[in-house]
């Protein structure tokens, strides 16, 4: 990144659940990144942004609590803006440990100064009142570890580098249109693996019947989630 962030936002985008939104540069080099921090007994932060914006995640953290409550730092596949800042989070919550699928625990663990806890597919983590189920979809858009977490209880999925939006000037939350310019994004600078599987993966994003879908790049999207999802993968198939 060679675009200073601008001001980083918290915004309450489902019950308990918020979004770190950081802005990054201006005109069509714009871009953003988003953290979501689910807080309960044992709050969850999902994914942590790149090394450089930790100073601004740390602060936005301590809008709503006290980072050193964190107890659970989750991502999605191994990428800077996934998990670049963990150790430094790790360091930051002493009683943290990272979260992921089975195979990113495999393939990235030596990454981390803490052993993660890994997730079988399905598999359910109690935060307290709420659970996160985390969900595998390798290669969906990329990487063999990828994986998602649902939230159960407001009905938000954590769905990482899907529907991405280019562009910083977004509000934290819409029920307008996202699918046409992450389509847009998409075709200009392909990023899915386009696996054999991608039907089959959305299809079960979508059994979840997400109320949320809170994107780590530009707004969260509130409404009908599975028919969102839905279209994503009649895109992916060159349907019109």
């Known amino acids: 990144m060679t675009d200073s962030p601008r001001d980083t936002r918290v915004a309450e985008v489902a019950d308990g659940v918020y979004q770190i939104h950081t802005p990054i540069g201006t005109g069509k080099a714009a871009f953003s990144f988003n953290q979501y921090l689910v807080v309960d007994e044992a709050p969850l932060l999902f994914h942590t942004g790149p090394r450089s914006l930790f100073p601004a995640v740390r602060a936005a953290i301590t809008r709503v609590m006290p980072v050193e409550r964190l107890r659970y730092v989750a991502f999605s596949h191994c990428e800077a803006d996934e998990c670049g800042s963990m150790n430094a989070l790790l360091d930051a919550a002493p009683q943290a440990e990272p979260v992921c699928g089975r195979v990113a625990a495999m393939v990235d663990a030596d990454l981390f100064d803490r052993a993660p806890r890994a997730l079988a597919d399905g598999e359910v983590l109690a935060l307290g009142q709420r659970r996160v189920r985390w969900l595998d979809a390798p290669h969906l858009p990329h990487g ?97």
């Open 144 to 240: 063999w570890e990828c994986g998602y977490l649902f939230e159960e209880s407001t009905g938000t999925l954590l769905c990482g580098d899907l529907l991405t939006q280019p562009g910083a000037d977004h509000p934290a939350l819409t029920r307008n249109d996202i699918l046409g310019p992450s389509e847009a994004m998409r075709r200009a600078m392909d990023y899915y693996a386009h696996g054999r599987d991608a039907p089959q993966l959305l299809e079960k994003l979508a059994a979840t019947s997400p109320r949320v879908l809170a994107c780590m790049h530009g707004s969260a999207y509130e409404g009908d989630g599975a028919a969102l999802l839905r279209a994503l993968s009649r895109a992916l198939a060159g349907e019109r």
